[in-house]
């Protein structure tokens, strides 16, 4: 490090920030089938090689991005009740696993090292809302999960139609009858 | 047709069964990383050209077969009883894709132009258990589906360990419970 403001990793950290940015703005403006090594490395000021070396491949690449939009911007949204804030949330998530940003997510996303992220990131997500309520009788996280992440994930991957929201609903209140 | 005793289409499905065939022995000798057409193409007797000509590319055969896998091979075991069935199926289905054969056909089967061709044959399989008990109150086969294969599905895709055998039980009696 030659000055004293940049936090050591800073370099390389910022080389990487800037290559997840060019992959999402490419995967914004066109086709994931016309996104490629060359092109993301000239939005991002960068080589080739510098990509090769640190991910191996395109779909390693595309897996981290994914990974890392998985991670979600904001707490879940605070309704006042546990009812009321598991079905935002589920309402949410089918809504964004369900575009097609989502879509290409799930999928890239089983190319990464760790695929198994994302149920943490969904179980921290639900255990948020749990603790709101510690003197509720509620499901735990796994069975919530098992209930209404699951089902919208399959039938984006396996199904013709995305999770009726009827269905969800059903399925939410299965969950907190339990 | 040169022989009469064929059926018209027989050589090309001919020819597309040694090509599966070549697929699955392959799969199961080695690593699939390491599985190329030209392998495929040795085992089956045929040139690369015939299977880049008819699939396109390996993934697009890979999932070719994973579908024609993901086909049962029969009907439902027949227990007797409505719970008994779903159980059996349940757990059936639990251990076969939790398999490393399973594991693969999962994610190589997304690569097909029809992946939702998966709910189509878990939604058939179930409906045949369900028509077998006529008088009884049950679910529809959609519920069933998000209650019971999703979740085996989600769990062996996205997180570090497969559903556990309790929650599936549990699954079971919830779907049979409304």
């Not at 089918?94 to 996303?109: K, Y």
Request: one cysteine or more; hydrophobic letters at 40%.
């Amino acid at each position: 490090m030659t000055t004293p403001t940049l936090r050591p990793g800073g370099r390389s950290a910022r080389v990487q920030e800037s290559i997840h940015s060019a992959v999402r703005e490419l995967l914004e403006e066109q086709d994931r089938a016309s996104v490629t090594v060359p092109l993301i490395a000239a939005r991002a000021g960068v080589t080739p090689s510098t990509i090769y070396r640190r991910w191996g491949d395109l779909s390693a690449l595309l897996a981290d991005v994914a990974l890392a939009r998985m991670q979600p911007d904001n707490e879940p949204i605070n309704t006042g009740s546990l009812r009321g804030d598991i079905t935002t949330w589920a309402e949410q998530y089918l809504d964004e696993m369900t575009s097609e940003p989502g879509r290409c997510m799930l999928r890239d996303v089983q190319a990464a090292l760790k695929p198994s992220y994302c149920a943490t990131i969904i179980g921290s997500q639900l255990q948020t809302i749990l603790d709101r309520y510690p003197d509720e009788p509620k499901p735990d996280v796994y069975h919530l999960t098992n209930l209404i992440a699951a089902p919208t994930v399959f039938r984006i991957l396996f199904s013709e139609a995305p999770l009726e929201i009827e269905e969800l609903h059903r399925l939410v209140e299965i969950a907190l009858s339990q």
